[in-house]
């Protein structure tokens, strides 16, 4: 990293770095191991949050930090029976495959953290949220995923759980009635991190063709030729061993 007038400019190889972080981060779910997360790290984690881009630069999150063991075990329960009703919302050839994948880590993760929206902290009239008014909740959202990677760079497991009734979860920690629940965070150190995302390498879908994805000036407009050749290109250079891009031109 070197310092201009105009501010950082960053190298190559940390270029590259953010690139691998973020094509190796992973929704942990069954590899936690019960060693607790210092509180150095711990720190780390939530100042990458607190450093989400937000509009109006409201920053309207909270995090609350969950580490015994009754609240935990409190939470799985209210996981279990929402877990229950969701199997069943799938089609029948679906049903087996879902009750055998594990959706979530509540009892293995030593550390759960919640993280929560306050639509209220700047007022009823927020610059950037005069129109587009859930702009608070997708910036809450980018804390979570800035927690995301920065976890991903220390080595420690993070998953999202976001199979129970909210205001279960909400009653249960208190939180109150008009602060809006986002995340429901399982964190920890874990044994290894997979090379593939949990829900493609068990087969339930894949990852979709990217160039499919991208359109331009119009909807359903196809990119320009050489912006896909770009993107198979660089996919190819990223992500030479990646088998989940393999079929780009199927």
Not at 198 to 215: F, P, Q, T, Y
Request: hydrophobic fraction near 40%; proline fraction near 3%.
């Amino acid at each position: 990293m070197t310092m201009k007038e105009n501010g950082l400019t960053f190298t190559t190889a940390a270029r590259e770095t953010l690139y691998e972080v973020i094509f190796n981060r992973r929704d942990v779910r069954g590899e936690f191991q019960s060693t607790p997360i210092s509180d150095d790290i711990l720190a780390r984690l939530l100042i990458a949050a607190h450093h989400a881009p937000s509009v109006g630069f409201m920053q309207p999150w909270n995090f609350l930090v969950i580490r015994d063991d009754k609240t935990r075990h409190d939470i799985h329960a209210l996981f279990k029976t929402a877990n229950e009703e969701a199997a069943k919302m799938f089609e029948s050839g679906k049903q087996s495959l879902y009750q055998s994948l594990k959706l979530e880590g509540l009892l293995t993760a030593p550390l759960h953290l919640c993280i929560t929206c306050d639509r209220n902290r700047a007022g009823p009239v927020v610059l950037g949220r005069t129109h587009m008014t859930e702009m608070d909740l997708y910036s809450t959202v980018c804390a979570v995923q800035n927690l995301w990677l920065a976890a991903r760079v220390e080595n420690i497991g993070v998953g999202w759980v976001s199979i129970f009734h909210e205001e279960e979860v909400k009653k249960r920690l208190g939180i109150p009635e008009d602060i809006h629940l986002i995340a429901y965070l399982t964190i920890g150190h874990v044994s290894s991190f997979h090379q593939k995302p949990d829900l493609a390498r068990k087969g339930w879908r894949k990852r979709l063709n990217l160039n499919e994805l991208v359109m331009e000036t119009e909807w359903e407009r196809q990119a320009d030729l050489s912006l896909t050749t770009s993107i198979n290109e660089e996919l190819a250079r990223l992500m030479p061993d990646s088998e989940e891009e393999s079929n780009l031109d199927e």
